[in-house]
């Protein structure tokens, strides 16, 4: 299959934007705080094998570093150097086994940091770089072998207050500062970001294709997988393929199942590239054409995203988004008869709860379900420029819901899009993904 309609990968970020990220967290947290920050640890899959290594989302929007074993240490205002990593050293017998290391001197070399050394000396170096700071901005309770450590070091410091030493005497969470700092993504994130989408756009039109000629959810999957790594990208998450009645499970990740002709089929997948997530969701049929009350579910869902999205711009709350969506899915469910009484009646008394029971979306980048906060102060966010944010109403109706007609029942849909608020409203990142009745069954009756 050819793969022109995926447009050349952006060039990655550059360590400059590293570098600005950092200063602008150090002048955040003022110059008596200590940062620290340690890499994710690599996890075993079983026996002596591990998973895939996925570097922590924070560590990597600091630094741009995708190694195990290493520690960011950001010390603002030091004269010696303010930003430094503790990494693995180069070790030629290791990387043979595991491949190459960047080691300290790299570091410096190619990522810009000030100053980095050996892992191995953390225990002799870190304490020093603690006195004197009032306050350490830390991930505590994320690995307690860690939170170990720090406070180990620490107790250290405070051993030495006879000699005059200053310990620190306030310990802060680091995600209040710099979470804050990822909701907002730069222009190169979202070329990241942009490019991550087309490809999962690609992988949805190819598996709708494979879904004419394939018999199972798994062979489905594949296709998911196969157009991910043609464009060097992996799953974002556990892709959803789930046929028929499958569909109304709203994590249903098995993907086993053998569908039928007349079944639809949500699929819910994003790709991750160089560390960033795309989030598409889309319901089709897998005979490439929706049966009459498939489409009006279907067109009903559609509408209700359509309706959301439309309402996106700046200084737009967050949940009047999911509120609009609300609001035209219930009218719909009132009309195809689902739902009895007024519109007023069913929206005060969450009745649709039965059949849209999340809310419509959720910020997204470097996490597929991001960092950023959705209410300050009580109140639900303002949306603003940069920020990104799926947008994804569903209806599911399951075998036997009581009180619903049978031709509604075994019915799940849902149509999930990522949108940029732009300085005068949205840009769809993953518009590429057929979605429209006339668009998706035209796409598949061209296989």
Same mark, same amino acid.
């Given at each position: ?56 989302? /924070? ?40 491949? #190459? $290391? ?85 222009? +190169?994130? !979202?070329?990241?970001?942009?490019? =991550?989408?087309?490809?999962? #756009? ?23 997988? $196969?157009?991910?790594?043609?464009? +060097? ?6 892709? !959803? ?25 949500? !699929? ?28 009006? !579910?279907?067109?009903?869902?559609? /509408? ?20 609009? =969506? ?91 899009? +990522? ?13 590429? #993904? ?11 009756? =061209?296989?």
């Amino acid at each position: 299959m050819p793969n022109k309609s995926v447009p050349k990968a952006p060039s990655p970020i550059k360590p400059a934007e590293y570098a600005r990220r950092r200063r602008q967290l150090m002048r955040m947290a003022g110059e008596d705080a200590i940062l620290i920050l340690p890499a994710a640890p690599e996890r075993v899959r079983n026996n002596d094998s591990h998973f895939p290594y996925r570097q922590d989302s /924070d560590f990597l929007y600091l630094s741009g570093f995708d190694e195990p074993e290493s520690v960011l240490v950001l010390v603002p205002g030091r004269k010696h150097g303010e930003c430094l990593l503790f990494c693995r050293e180069r070790d030629a017998e290791r990387e043979i086994w595991d491949g #190459a $290391r960047l080691g300290p001197e790299g570091a410096v070399e190619q990522l810009g940091f000030d100053d980095a050394y050996a892992i191995d000396d953390i225990d002799d170096i870190l304490p020093g770089l603690i006195e004197g700071r009032t306050r350490v901005f830390y991930h505590f309770g994320r690995d307690t072998e860690f939170d170990l450590k720090l406070m180990g070091w620490v107790n250290r410091v405070r051993q030495r207050v006879r000699q005059g030493v200053e310990p620190p005497h306030e310990f802060l969470e680091l995600g209040h500062l710099l979470h804050d700092l990822r909701l907002f993504k730069s222009r +190169d994130e !979202i070329r990241q970001m942009r490019h =991550a989408a087309r490809i999962a #756009a690609q992988a949805h039109k190819y598996a709708m294709r494979a879904a004419k000629t394939s018999t199972h959810e798994f062979e489905v999957e594949a296709e998911l997988w $196969r157009e991910f790594r043609r464009h +060097d990208a992996v799953p974002a998450y556990n892709s !959803i393929v789930g046929s028929g009645a499958n569909a109304c499970v709203l994590h249903y990740v098995t993907n086993r199942d053998e569908y039928r002709d007349g079944d639809l089929l949500l !699929i819910d997948a994003g790709a991750e590239f160089r560390g960033y997530a795309s989030d598409i969701t889309r319901t089709f049929p897998v005979n490439g054409r929706f049966s009459d009350a498939q489409r009006e !579910i279907y067109e009903l869902v559609l /509408d209700a995203q359509l309706a959301a999205i439309d309402i996106i711009q700046p200084g737009v709350s967050w949940i009047a988004i999911h509120d609009e =969506a609300v609001r035209v899915l219930t009218a719909g469910l009132i009309r195809l008869g689902i739902l009895k009484g007024t519109l007023k009646q069913n929206l005060e008394d969450g009745s649709y709860r039965r059949f849209y029971m999340h809310k419509t979306g959720h910020w997204l980048g470097l996490d597929v379900h991001d960092v950023g906060d959705y209410r300050i102060d009580g109140d639900y966010r303002l949306l603003e420029p940069g920020m990104v944010l799926t947008v994804e109403p569903g209806l599911y109706i399951p075998p036997g819901a009581r009180g619903v007609a049978k031709k509604w029942q075994g019915i799940g849909v849902r149509i999930e899009d +990522d949108v940029l608020v732009t300085k005068d409203g949205y840009d769809i990142l993953s518009a590429d #993904a057929p979605k429209s009745v006339d668009e998706i069954e035209g796409w598949m009756a =061209a296989a």
